[in-house]
Structures are given as structure tokens and as C-alpha cells.
């Protein structure tokens, strides 16, 4: 089972996540902010990660930096879910190592679909 | 869905507090860079979810607020008094998108147009206006072979060439496996090749190629032949370039495969050209399968010769592959839990616990009791563990009343609000204070707080503050302020509204009393007594029915609703210096305080809230009158005597008070009578239990308690026990049936 870990600080956008992700079969844990993300990741072990950039404590690309500087996370696909669809924003994330970005509101199926495609 | 929406408005109900929290804090000057953070991470996820919710008319507003914050919190502008000011608008228009979001209501088109426009002044959107919120869910950036500013290593070409020219610099590679010939049909030829940010950004080329996979029948094919050079450069990540040719399957275009390379466009160069090829009769790679690629993978010094894809797939920079085969893991047996700090609990469930618990500690105490007649020794385990369960349910009540109580901040912050439209509509400048706003109250208490609140801020706003240039030419600053307090006292939550206005005016205020018949001109009235005749009902002190308060309602109501909730309230006024009321409330609905009496052995519990006084009436005090209707003299004031015996049903009128003790009630109105009772037991708290739905409604019941004996003992509606001016205490109950107790 795909296992993805989803990080956003909006409750309703982790429970649409989480809802979406489910349907599509796959195992999802939650975390509500950068600091957390990084806290559960180990336990959570994930064949992805989607973040939001925008966070209270540690956003989205402190989280990613934080993710890639650990050697046996620098291959794991990194999915930024973002509101913004700005060419800077998308360089800053890729810059600090995110795989790729979903623009919010989210469509269910392309987000299963990106996710398939990034992981085996 | 409907679940979700509903949780985003609650969401929303949140974030809108940390917005408003933040307005105040910028305001009073206590704003730091978090502040703003905060508040633009709220307008942000109100803005996301709102286009999940295909909110339109919110998420651009939000969107709009949202970039004045942005520029806030890079310091592009300054929060002045200006801009606050306009932020406040913003929030009392976002709270009013949302409301009509929630409520599925419509919102006058112009509504919060000129806000809107403001925002958009101070921060103009990016691209000149053209920058709607875009609500396509996939993102297709335009592709240009762009390899990347963290294009660190020599042997790639440095350019930046639009799709359409040829690589020079990496010629395709003659095709690993020929095609047989046969008839011509369409064909991608893709060229492809990958910056070492590829890998370190989770892509996988192989990945990439079984999508491709999913668009026809592909063909790869890589080169090594910059592997040499670039393992002695000591970066060989890059070193492999791919050819790959695509038979689409119908329907599939170049921008279905552009798409599978959305991700990595800047990470790679990347040439896509049609090309017309020989039917192949099959290929080798009807499927791209990937068997390998769990394998580690051969390190880049080995991959000296072109090998097809399938065979040699990159080399991870990580020791650990990214790519894992779907392993049949057994279940981890249950998801690790979302590590919230709160819960969403149904109101029922809780209200069901405080019930249960308000039991146990009832049945706690019937034990207790029935210890007590045993021939027990206080020293005993028994003794001391019964004591224990005392202390703990105690605390277990403690612990469970705290469930329902919230912060009266979310109140506090709707009445700030308040603030600011009446004092608009009253041309009058004010400000809200805010003291104590994390005190916790009972949510179904700070529910049913909000209409008299409101209404006590109209009036303040209203009939309280003065003109600008009254309260300059009085010498106090322009600006009026309305100060909002909550405090824990004594078991109770208090909460006061003081304005620094003009305070009441008496004289005023007792003439049109007197012109309404509430009092009589050679009536000796305090000050207090005129002040509190505000909360008689049809007062009202406005000269002209304006705007704001005059809307048929006076303060009477408000003193009923807080009654209502079992709640009192005073007003202290001081000419030219202000007017404060102040609200004193349970904790909980579910718990009252109450005096235990008993009336022909039956116990009653009647409402401390009402209860002023209690005494032994003496005879020279007691008068009767026709109709067997008694009175107390008090102070030069007859008040009705009550015998709540009588009243109730449970005996004929007694002859003789002698024996009985009187408690002073005062009702809504502010009308006192004197219930006559055999005794008085103790006063107590009690756990509410209504009567409708286990019993039905009685006259001149509230509702009932279990006492620690398992009796039940009903509670007194004191304000049925009021009789109205020249009305008998016979027409109390007029026209229903007495109670009749069992």
C-alpha cells in the first residue's frame, strides 16, 4: 500500500487529503506542520510526502530542506501543495529539493494520478 | 463533502480569531513578525479551502487581503493606523463572505467593493491585475529547455533553447534495437537528459519512462557516453542521456507527454520532435517493466557501454534506492493517529458524560450519606476510601465541566466587531478593550451571550459615549473607549462592559419613568434604584428612536437573558465618567447554586440567583390583608408574602407564620416578594435535571435535582412566585392546576 504522509496546517485540507487518499487505497498519515512532519516522518516511513508551504513553527520548504538533509530521504518524492502558482515560488521549492507541486484546490484524481507516477 | 464543508467553517471560525487576535495585537502596538505571519497563514488557508469549496467571491477577497499581508510581512509596507484601520474592514468583510458562504446566502453584489479596491491599492496584485486566484488543479508551466540555475558541472551544454531547435550538442543516438520496416506511422522521438537535481529532488527517470509507458509503446535507449568523463569530474549522476521513441496510443499528444515531464522541466534537457517510423511488428519493450530497479544499482564506472533502460536504470544518489518494490507489508495494524491537540467531540456525547458524572457524584453522596448511619469509624479503610471517591468525583466534575467551557475570546471578538459598525453608525468614534478574554465559560453560555451583549454595546455605543466634541470640550480624548472584562470570581464568571461616556443621566432617566407611569414623582428613589430602572421593562431613553439601539427592545431583555442563564446583572453609572454592567454568571447551565428548603417534608431548592435575603418574620411585620393575602413591611415597603406551601399545592393556606421562614426573591422585573417555607435546610449546588422531558412542565417549577439521599427535590421557578402589582398571590398559578408531588 502506498503510504503517503500529508502535512498542511488547515484541518479541513488534511481531512480532504487524508479522504482523497484514502479512497484511492492508500495508507495516510497527518501532520499539522513542518516541525511535526519532520517528527512523525521516521515513524511514518512514507512513499511520499505532500506539504503545504504555508505553516505556523516550520513551513514547506524548511521541511523539505529538513527532509533531504537526511541522506535516507534524499530520493523520497516531495509534493508541494500550494494556493500560489507562481514561477518564484515553484523555483524556491524545487531549489530546496520538492519533487514536484499540486495546485490547490486539488483535483482527486490528478493528485492520485502525479502521486502513482512518482512512486513504484 | 458536506462533512468536510462543515469543517472548514469551523476552520474558519478559527482562523478568522487568529486574524482578529492579530489585528488587535497590530493595533495595540504588540505585533512582532509572527503576528503577521499568522494572520496571512490564516487568510491563506481560508483562501484554500474556499477554492476547494469553489467559494469564487471569497477567495478573492481573501486573495486580495492576503497579498496586503504578503506585503506586510516582507516589509513592503507599514501597518499605520491607516492600514489596520482597513485591515479591520477586510476582517468584518471576510467574516461576512464567509457567513454568507456558510449560510448559503447571497451577499449585495457591491458589498465590500470599496474595500476590496483598497486592498488592491495598498497591494496591487502581480501581473497588473490579471492575477485572478487560478483554479486549474494541474500546473503546466510553459516548457523550455531550460537545465537549471544549480547547474553546477561542465560537460552539459549551457543553454536555453526553445523546444522547436535541435540539440547539437547531444545527437541522438542511433536506436539501440532497429525497427523492422514496414508501414510508416507517427512517432515521438523524446531526448532526454537529467541534471543531478533530478535525483536529489526524488525523480526517477525510470519512473518517467513507465509513464511514458502508459501513453503507447516506447523504445529507450540510453547513452553513456559523457559516463567517463564525468565520473573523473566526480559527478556521474548526469552522465546518462536517453532517446527514447514513443508510439502513442490514440489520442495521446505532446502535451500528454510534456505533462509526464512536468516536474522535472528545469532539472533536465529535455527535446520532443515527431517522427514518422516503421511499423514495428514488436517492439521489445511492450511495458517498460522495471525489475531491477530494487537491485542496487550498478555503480556509474560499470555503465561504460549503451545499454538499453530496462537493464541499467540511474544510480541513486542515496545508498537506500528511491524506488521500492510494492512490498505486501502486513498491516502496521492501525495508522499512526493525526497528533492534534484537540479533539472534535459531538456536543451530545459531552453533555451526556457531564450528566453521568453529575450522577455519580449524586450517587457518591447517597453513599456517603447512608455510611454515615452505619456503625462505621471515620478511621476505617472503608471510611477513608469512600473519602477518596469523594475527592475524585469531585475533580472527575471539575475535569468534565472544563470540556464545555471555551475561551471568551471568539465572543469578545464578535463584540469588537460590534463596536466598530455601531460606533460607524453613530458617527462616534470608540474603541474595544479587551481584558481577561481567555477566561472559559460554559460554550452554551458565551452562545447565549452574544444578543445581550450586543445589544449592551448598542446602548453603550448609543446613549453612553458622546460626541467627539462633547468629550473634548469635557476633556477626555476623542476617541471613547469600551472596555470588555472577564473574570473568574468566586465560582462564578463575571464579565463587565464599561464605556467612559457621559454616565447615566438621572434626571432624565427618572422623567421619563415618571412619564411612563414606572414610578411615582414623590417616590424617594438612589441613584442605583434610577439607574436600574434601565432594566424595567418599556423603558427606553433614547428621545428619538435611532439607528442602533431603538429596536423595540430595551434592556429589560437583555436582563432577562442573562437571567435566562442564571445570571445576574448591575449597573453602576458616574456622571461624566462612564457607565459600567456587569454580568455574573454560573459556570455551567448543568450545575446550579441553590437554598434547600422543605415545605411539609417535601424539599425544595430555590435559585440563589434570585434569593436577596432570608429572615424570621416577626409578627409586628406581617400584615394581612383581605383574600387572606399577607404582606411584609420592609424598609417602608409592603412586598407580597408568599406561602410557597400554598402556592405550590402541598397544603392549605397556613394561618400562622410564626413557624415559618421567609426568603426575599427578586424577579426579572425587579419586583420582590417573600416565599414562606418550613425551614431552611443549607445552601448547595445542584446538578440540573429538567422536568419536560422526563416529566412534563409544572407551574412554578424550574426543574428538579436528586439530592444525596436519592430524593428528588424540585427546583423553584421564583419569578412565577412573583406576584404582579394588585394581583392576589392566588392568581400566581392562574388558570393551572396546582403541582401535585408525590
Known amino acids: ?118 512512486v513504484v | 463533502m458536506s462533512d468536510l464543508r462543515d469543517m472548514f467553517f469551523e476552520e474558519c471560525d ?75 474592514s477586510s476582517f468584518d468583510h471576510l467574516n461576512d463572505l464567509v457567513d454568507a458562504a456558510r449560510d448559503d446566502n447571497d451577499i449585495a453584489e457591491d458589498a465590500g467593493a470599496s474595500i476590496l479596491a483598497d486592498l488592491k491599492q495598498v497591494s496591487p496584485p502581480e501581473n497588473g491585475g490579471a492575477d485572478e486566484v487560478e483554479v486549474d488543479s494541474a500546473d503546466f508551466m510553459p516548457l523550455t529547455l531550460d537545465i537549471g540555475g544549480d547547474n553546477d558541472f561542465g560537460p552539459l551544454p549551457d543553454f536555453d533553447l526553445p523546444p522547436s531547435l535541435d540539440l547539437e550538442a547531444d545527437p541522438a543516438p542511433p536506436m539501440a534495437d532497429p525497427l523492422p520496416t514496414g508501414d510508416g506511422i507517427n512517432a515521438f522521438s523524446i531526448e532526454f537528459s537529467a541534471d543531478p537535481g533530478l535525483y536529489s529532488r526524488g ?80 517492439t521489445d519493450l511492450p511495458e517498460l517493466a522495471l525489475p531491477t530497479l530494487a537491485d542496487e544499482a550498478p555503480a556509474p564506472d560499470e555503465a561504460d557501454t549503451a545499454v538499453d533502460a530496462t537493464a541499467q536504470t540511474a544510480p541513486q544518489p542515496a545508498a537506500k534506492p528511491a524506488i521500492k518494490v510494492v512490498e505486501a507489508k502486513p498491516a502496521t495494524g492501525k495508522k499512526s493517529e493525526p497528533r492534534n491537540s484537540t479533539i472534535r467531540v459531538d456536543l451530545d456525547r459531552v453533555d451526556r ?98 444578543e445581550p451583549l450586543t445589544h449592551m454595546i448598542r446602548n453603550s455605543v448609543d446613549h453612553g459615549l458622546e460626541t467627539a466634541e462633547d468629550r473634548i470640550k469635557a476633556g477626555k480624548p476623542a476617541q471613547g473607549t469600551i472596555k470588555l472584562e472577564a473574570a473568574h470570581r468566586s465560582g462564578r464568571v463575571v464579565i463587565s462592559l464599561s464605556d467612559d461616556g457621559a454616565g447615566i ?43 442602533l439601539s431603538g429596536r423595540g427592545v430595551g434592556l429589560d431583555v437583555v436582563r432577562s437573558e442573562i437571567q435566562a442563564l442564571g445570571g445576574r446583572i448591575n449597573l453602576q453609572s ?67 408574602i408568599v406561602d410557597l406551601g400554598e402556592a405550590l399545592g402541598f397544603r392549605r393556606q397556613l394561618s400562622n407564620l410564626d413557624n415559618q421562614a421567609l426568603l426575599l426573591i427578586e424577579g426579572e422585573s425587579g419586583r420582590r416578594s417573600a416565599l414562606a417555607v418550613d425551614n431552611i435546610i443549607e445552601q448547595r449546588e445542584v446538578v440540573i435535571k429538567g422536568l419536560e422531558q422526563n416529566y412534563q412542565s409544572i407551574p412554578g417549577i424550574a426543574a428538579a435535582t436528586i439530592l444525596g439521599n436519592g430524593k428528588i427535590a424540585l427546583i423553584v421557578d421564583t419569578d412565577q412566585m412573583i406576584p404582579a402589582a394588585g394581583k392576589s398571590q392566588l392568581s400566581l398559578l392562574k388558570g393551572q392546576e396546582h403541582a401535585e408531588v408525590a
Not at chain 1, 518524492?77 to 524545487?94: F, H, M, W, Y
Not at chain 2, 488587535?24 to 505585533?31: A, E, F, I, R, T
Not at chain 2, 417616590?523 to 431613553?541: A, E, H, K
Open chain 2, 14 to 88: 478559527d482562523l478568522m480569531e487568529v486574524l482578529s487576535t492579530g489585528l488587535d495585537d497590530l493595533q495595540n502596538g504588540n505585533g512582532d513578525a509572527e503576528t503577521i505571519n499568522a494572520m496571512f497563514r490564516s487568510v491563506h488557508s481560508i483562501k484554500g479551502g474556499g477554492g476547494a469549496f469553489g467559494l469564487d467571491r471569497l477567495i478573492n477577497f481573501a486573495h486580495a487581503f492576503e497579498n496586503v499581508l504578503e506585503d506586510l510581512r516582507s516589509e513592503k509596507i507599514e501597518a499605520d493606523p491607516a492600514l489596520i484601520a482597513l485591515m479591520f
Open chain 2, 505 to 547: 443621566n438621572r434626571v432624565k432617566v427618572r422623567k421619563i419613568a415618571e412619564s411612563k407611569g414606572l414610578v411615582r414623582p414623590e417616590d424617594d428613589l438612589t441613584d442605583s434604584d434610577i439607574d436600574n430602572l434601565l432594566f424595567r421593562p418599556g423603558f427606553s431613553t433614547a428621545d428619538s428612536i435611532s439607528e
Open chain 2, 574 to 640: 458616574e456622571p461624566g465618567k462612564g457607565t459600567s454592567m456587569t454580568i455574573s454568571l454560573p459556570l455551567t447551565l448543568a450545575v446550579m447554586e441553590g437554598m434547600l428548603v422543605t415545605i411539609e417534608g417535601e424539599s425544595l431548592v430555590v435559585p440563589t440567583v434570585a434569593l436577596r435575603e432570608t429572615l424570621q418574620p416577626g409578627q409586628a411585620n406581617v400584615h394581612e390583608f383581605c383574600e387572606g393575602d399577607r404582606g411584609l413591611s420592609m424598609g417602608g415597603e409592603i412586598l407580597p
Open chain 1, 1 to 118: 500500500m502506498t503510504k503517503i504522509l500529508a502535512i498542511d496546517d488547515s484541518r479541513t485540507m488534511r481531512a480532504m487529503l487524508e479522504t482523497a487518499l484514502t479512497e484511492a487505497g492508500m495508507d495516510v498519515d497527518l501532520a499539522e506542520d513542518g516541525v511535526e512532519g519532520l517528527e512523525v516522518l521516521p515513524d511514518a516511513a512514507p512513499d511520499l510526502v505532500i506539504t503545504d508551504i504555508n505553516m505556523p513553527r516550520l513551513d514547506g520548504f524548511g521541511l523539505i530542506e529538513g527532509v533531504r538533509k537526511k541522506p535516507e530521504y534524499a530520493s523520497l518524492p516531495i509534493l508541494v501543495l500550494t494556493t500560489e502558482n507562481g514561477d518564484a515560488l515553484k523555483q524556491r521549492a524545487r531549489d530546496a529539493g520538492a519533487t514536484g507541486w499540486i495546485v490547490k484546490p486539488f483535483d482527486a484524481d490528478k493528485l492520485v494520478a502525479v502521486i502513482n507516477r512518482l
Open chain 2, 203 to 282: 525523480h526517477d527517470p525510470a519512473l518517467l519512462f513507465r509513464a511514458l509507458a502508459d501513453l503507447g509503446d516506447v523504445t529507450v535507449s540510453a547513452d553513456t557516453g559523457n559516463v567517463l568523463a564525468l565520473a573523473e569530474a566526480g559527478d556521474a549522476l548526469s552522465a546518462l542521456s536517453w532517446t527514447l521513441q514513443l508510439i502513442p496510443n490514440d489520442g495521446v499528444e505532446e502535451d500528454d507527454i510534456r505533462e509526464v515531464f512536468e516536474f522535472v522541466e528545469s532539472q533536465c534537457v529535455l527535446e520532443i520532435s515527431t517522427t514518422v517510423v516503421e511499423k514495428a511488428a514488436d
Open chain 2, 353 to 450: 458524560l457531564i450528566n453521568l458524572v453529575g450522577e455519580l457524584v449524586i450517587s457518591e453522596a447517597m453513599l456517603r450519606q447512608s455510611m454515615n448511619e452505619l456503625p462505621v469509624s471515620a478511621n476505617s479503610s472503608v471510611s477513608e476510601a469512600i473519602g477518596q471517591l469523594k475527592t475524585l468525583s469531585g475533580v472527575l466534575q471539575e475535569s468534565v465541566m472544563a470540556i464545555r467551557a471555551q475561551p471568551v475570546r471568539g465572543l469578545f471578538q464578535r463584540m469588537s466587531r460590534i463596536v466598530r459598525e455601531s460606533s460607524r453608525t453613530a458617527g462616534k468614534d470608540a474603541r474595544m478593550l479587551m481584558i481577561g478574554d481567555s477566561t472559559e465559560v460554559d460554550k452554551t453560555v458565551t452562545e447565549r451571550l452574544v
